[in-house]
């Protein structure tokens, strides 16, 4: 079955790029109509999506992190990632990638990566 | 933006009782609109999609109900495994753009 799995440096510095790439096993991330999300939780807070990445290379990104936030497909590698510009200490959170059904049922996230832990800090 | 609000923010209660958690749309989310179940050190996992759809391998003892911007979840009669955090999530048509709730906590009583 799919398995999505984050990598990434677990620590980043203030105004730098945090960079954390999804692979996706199990499967070819270009194999039917899905889009692929990143989704971060900080500790002890709620879920809050990022942005999405179909194979096309459409995206489509949360407005609060718009002006901060790329994401990419690597479909010869089976990966996408993020990139997040500028972070702050506001950014430290365990950050997910799943796989999002659209278009069609379930309109959920039906997959998830077990989580990394990024930390922002000097 | 479409705001979720969940309550209530923790629920007590014992195992075998039924639990009713909500979720509030600040507009109308059509049917668009997910649960997940979300225990300590892991990812959440996808409960309800569509409202009142179960995902693939969860318990008949979840079901999920509602329409517009009130839904509600239900489990019937709860086991130990269910305690946890909820959380609601849905998805605007046009500009793509998906929220959560802020999650209720059920603990145990």
């Known amino acids: 079955q799919v398995q999505l799995q984050e990598s990434g440096p677990g620590l980043v510095k203030p105004s730098q790029t945090l960079s954390l790439t999804c692979t996706v096993s199990g499967g070819s991330i270009s194999s039917g109509s899905y889009y692929w999300s990143w989704i971060r939780q900080p500790a002890g807070k709620g879920l809050e999506w990022i942005g999405r990445i179909y194979t096309s290379g459409s995206t489509n990104y949360n407005p609060s992190l718009k002006s901060r936030v790329t994401i990419s497909v690597d479909t010869s590698k089976n990966q996408f990632s993020l990139k997040l510009s500028s972070v702050t200490a506001a950014d430290t959170a365990v950050y997910y990638c799943?796989?999002?059904?659209?278009?069609?049922?379930?309109?959920?996230?039906?997959?998830w990566g077990q989580g990394t832990m990024v930390t922002v800090s000097s | 933006e479409i705001v979720l609000t969940q309550s209530p923010a923790t629920l007590s209660l014992s195992p075998g009782e039924r639990a009713t958690l909500s979720c509030r749309a600040s507009?109308?989310?059509?049917?668009?609109l997910a649960w997940y179940q979300q225990k300590p050190g892991q990812a959440p996992r996808l409960l309800i999609y569509d409202a009142s759809n179960r995902a693939t391998g969860i318990p008949a003892r979840f079901s999920g109900s509602g329409s517009g911007t009130d839904f509600t979840l239900t489990i019937s009669s709860l086991e130990p495994e269910d305690f946890a955090v909820y959380y609601c999530q849905q998805r605007s048509n046009w500009p793509r753009w998906i929220t959560f709730g802020q999650g209720t906590r059920l603990e145990i009583k």
């Open positions: 799943a796989r999002d059904v659209d278009g069609y049922n379930p309109f959920a996230f039906d997959i």
């Open positions: 507009q109308s989310v059509s049917s668009y």
